[in-house]
C-alpha cells in the first residue's frame, strides 16, 4: 500500500495536491491576477491558491493546449482566468475545456469588470467559495502505479552527472519498476548521447525517432549559436554540452524506453517516455525553452504529479501545481543552501552514501510527497511559472508503441 | 582513485576532481607524479596522461570534446583547451571555478 489518497477526477485520473490555479490570459491581467493570489498570503489557504498565466497578446495553438492541459490536471481543483478582455488567447474554449472536466471554473474580464479593484474583489470572493467547495470533492486510494513522475536538472555542474543525475535515474528505476510514468526530456540536453539512447527503445522505429528528435535539437540550437548551456555550468566544470549531456542523461536511469511524447501528450501507461520539448519546423520564437521552470510546466502538462529537480550550482525553484523535489549533487551546495534542497546527493561524492541508497531514499520522498508531505520548496511559497511560444507537429503511432 | 581524482571509466583521457584540490598538491599519475600548477576546483577535469591538440577528450567512456592545444598530465582541461564537437560553449569571467563571478 501506498498510503497516497488521490484525489479523484471526473475523467479517472487521480491528484495528489488539491489546488486552485488564477490563470491571467495576457502580461496586461497579470497584476490583477497576481493581487487575487496575493489576498490568501498568511491565511489557511496560502499554497493552495497559485498563479499561472500566459503573457502574450497573439494567438498560440501550443499556448492554448498547454493552458487546457495544465488547467485539467489532476492536481487541480478549480480555475479561475483573468483576463483584460481584448487579447488574443480564446478564453471561452479554455473555460468550456475545464468545465467539460467537471471543474468548477470563472472567467473575470477587467474591462467588464469595473477594473483593478472590483476585478480583485471579484475572484476573492469567488475563490473563497469555491474552495469550500473543491475541499469536499471524492478522494481514493492511489497506487505508485498511477503517479507520472517527471525530471529535469538545473544550474548542473560537474557533480550533477555523478552523483544526483545517477541517484535520480536509479529513483526512477524503482518507480519504472512499481508501475508509474517516469518523464525525462531536455534532447538538447541529450546532444551526444543519441546513439546509446537509441538502443534503449523498446523498437528499432521509436529508436530512430529518439534519434532524429535529438538531430532536431542539434540544428535548432546550432540556429540559434548557443547550445542549452548556461555560464555557471562551465563555472561548475562542465566544459561542452556533450559533457553536460552525458551527465543530464543517466537521470534517465536503465529501464528501457516506451515512447516519445511532446508537452502536453499524457503517457498511456507506466513506462520511461522521452520528451521531445524541441519546436517542430523552421526556428521560431526564440529558445525552446527558456530556463528551467518552462521544461517543468511541460511536464506537469503531460501529466506530472511531482517532478524531481537535480541541481549541482544550487537552484531554489519551485513550481505551480506539481510539487519539485530538490536533489543536491553537490555536496558543497547542499551545505550552502540546505534550507531549499531535500535530498543531499552530494553524499555520494564524499563517499558517505551509495548511489543505490540515494536512489531509494528519493523514491520513497516520491511516495510520501505524493501522500501529502511538502517539500522544501512548497514550505517556502515557491510557485514558478513560466509559459512561451512554441509551435509542434503531433506526434505520430511509432511514438508509443505499446499504447494500442 | 588517484588522490582526490575519480576515474569514471578506463577509457577515459581525464580524471575528475572529487573535492577540492589545492595547487601544488601532488597527484600520483600512470605516468608519475605531477604537481598541480593551479587548484582543481570539485567536479573539475584534470588530464589522465598527456594529451594532444585535435585529440578527442573521453569521460564516463564517451566523446566530450576535442583539445584545442597539448595538454601536459595533470593539467586542468576545460574551456580554455578543448571545445565542443556541437556547438561552442558560452562562458563567463568565473569559468575557471575560482573566480567569484561578481566586479564588487
Not at chain 1, 72 to 98: I, M, Q, W, Y
Not at chain 1, 380 to 403: D, M, N, Q, V, W
Not at chain 2, 24 to 51: D, S
Not at chain 2, 66 to 95: E, K, M, P
Request: net charge negative.
Amino acid at each position: 500500500m501506498s498510503g497516497i489518497q488521490g484525489w479523484l477526477r471526473k475523467d479517472g485520473r487521480k491528484g495528489i495536491r488539491n489546488t486552485l490555479v488564477v490563470a491571467y490570459l495576457v502580461e496586461c491581467a497579470h497584476f490583477v491576477a497576481a493581487e487575487i493570489v496575493q489576498r490568501f498570503r498568511n491565511t489557511p489557504h496560502e499554497g493552495a491558491v497559485q498563479l499561472i498565466g500566459f503573457p502574450g497578446c497573439f494567438p498560440n495553438e501550443y499556448a492554448a493546449r498547454m493552458m487546457e492541459r495544465l488547467c485539467t490536471h489532476p492536481n487541480v481543483g478549480a480555475v479561475l482566468f483573468v483576463s483584460l478582455g481584448c487579447e488574443s488567447f480564446d478564453k471561452v474554449r479554455a473555460a468550456n475545456a475545464v468545465d467539460a472536466s467537471g471543474r468548477p471554473v470563472k472567467t473575470l474580464v477587467i474591462q467588464k469588470a469595473g477594473g483593478t479593484k472590483s476585478t480583485i474583489q471579484a475572484g476573492a470572493d469567488w475563490i473563497t467559495q469555491t474552495l469550500a467547495q473543491i475541499a469536499e470533492g471524492p478522494r481514493a486510494a492511489m497506487g505508485v502505479d498511477e503517479l507520472i513522475i517527471g525530471t529535469v536538472c538545473g544550474g548542473s555542474d560537474g557533480t550533477s552527472g555523478i552523483s544526483g543525475n545517477p541517484a535520480a535515474g536509479k529513483a526512477f528505476d524503482l518507480l519504472v519498476g512499481e508501475g508509474a510514468a517516469c518523464i525525462f526530456e531536455e534532447t538538447g540536453e541529450l546532444i551526444g548521447c543519441e546513439e546509446i539512447m537509441a538502443e534503449r527503445a523498446v523498437t528499432t522505429e521509436l529508436g530512430q525517432l529518439l534519434r532524429e528528435s535529438v538531430q532536431k535539437a542539434e540544428r535548432y540550437y546550432a540556429t540559434l549559436g548557443y547550445g542549452s548551456f548556461a555560464a555557471g555550468n562551465a563555472a561548475g566544470g562542465l566544459s561542452t554540452i556533450e559533457e553536460k549531456s552525458l551527465g543530464a542523461y543517466v537521470k534517465s536511469g536503465d529501464s528501457p524506453i516506451s515512447g516519445l511524447i511532446k508537452p502536453g501528450d499524457v503517457p498511456p501507461k507506466g513506462g520511461l517516455y522521452l520528451m521531445d520539448v524541441v519546436p517542430d519546423g523552421e526556428v521560431r520564437f526564440g529558445f525552446p525553452n527558456i530556463s528551467d521552470n518552462a521544461e517543468i510546466v511541460e511536464m506537469i502538462a503531460s501529466g506530472a504529479h511531482l517532478s524531481l529537480f537535480v541541481t549541482g550550482r544550487g537552484s531554489v525553484v519551485g513550481s505551480a501545481i506539481s510539487p519539485v523535489i530538490k536533489i543536491c549533487a553537490n555536496p558543497d551546495t547542499f551545505r550552502a543552501l540546505a534550507e531549499d534542497m531535500d535530498v543531499n546527493a552530494g553524499d555520494i561524492i564524499e563517499g558517505n552514501r551509495s548511489i543505490a541508497e540515494v536512489g531509494r531514499e528519493i523514491r520513497d520522498l516520491v511516495v510520501a510527497v505524493a501522500a501529502g508531505k511538502q517539500t522544501k520548496s512548497e514550505e517556502l511559497g515557491h510557485r514558478e511559472f513560466i509559459l512561451t511560444y512554441k509551435s509542434f507537429e503531433p506526434i505520430g503511432p511509432a511514438c508509443l508503441p505499446g499504447a494500442a | 582513485m588517484t588522490g582526490p581524482f575519480l576515474l569514471l571509466s578506463d577509457k577515459d583521457n581525464v580524471l575528475v576532481a572529487r573535492a577540492n584540490a589545492p595547487e601544488g598538491l601532488e597527484v600520483t599519475l600512470e605516468g608519475g607524479p605531477v604537481r598541480l600548477l593551479r587548484p582543481i576546483p570539485m567536479a573539475h577535469k584534470i588530464a589522465r596522461h598527456a594529451i594532444a591538440a585535435g585529440e578527442t577528450i573521453r569521460k564516463y567512456g564517451m566523446p566530450i570534446g576535442i583539445a584545442t592545444a597539448d595538454i601536459a598530465a595533470g593539467d586542468h582541461v576545460h574551456v580554455h583547451n578543448i571545445r565542443s564537437a556541437y556547438t561552442a560553449t558560452h562562458a563567463l569571467q568565473d569559468a575557471d571555478g575560482i573566480s567569484a563571478g561578481v566586479s564588487l
